[in-house]
């Protein structure tokens, strides 16, 4: 079993910065390929949506287009730790972000993907006011 725990989220107005982080234990038993955040804005219902991930040994890094130039995912293996810095927040970046691992090597069209992840966090929440 991997257990996730995310921490920072919050609130900030448009054009303010948020960073997140998410800490891993329990992972022994398995290998990190990559690590990756999703969002659900609320009232949401369908499948999360892919914000960023990062693959844990060469560090290269994916984004979604919505916040491509703004965020950026980097990791640290020393601490088991992945972050999430969001720059020049938007209202429409509202929503629960949520931490997630691949423990399978995942294609880097799958990695978008958040059925094809198994081990969630409980999510923290990002609120960005006009």
């Known amino acids: 079993q991997v257990q996730l725990v995310e921490s920072g989220g919050g609130s900030a107005q448009a054009g303010n910065s948020l960073r997140l982080s998410c800490a891993t234990s329990?992972?022994?038993?398995?290998?990190?390929?990559?690590m990756s955040w999703f969002r659900q804005a609320p009232g949401q219902e369908r499948e999360r949506e892919f914000v960023?991930?990062?693959?844990?040994?060469?560090?290269?890094?994916y984004y979604a287009d919505s916040v491509k130039g703004r965020f950026t995912i980097s990791r640290d293996r020393a601490k088991n730790t992945v972050s999430l810095q969001l720059d020049n927040l938007k209202p429409e970046d509202t929503a629960v972000y949520y931490c997630?691992?691949?423990?399978?090597?995942?294609?880097?069209?799958?990695?978008?993907?958040?059925?094809?992840?198994?081990?969630w966090g409980q999510g923290t929440p990002v609120t960005v006011s006009s």
């Open positions: 329990g992972r022994r038993a398995f290998i990190i390929y990559a």
């Open positions: 997630t691992v691949d423990v399978q090597g995942l294609s880097r069209e799958s990695l978008r993907i958040s059925s094809k992840y198994t081990f």
């Open positions: 960023a991930a990062i693959t844990w040994r060469g560090g290269i890094t």
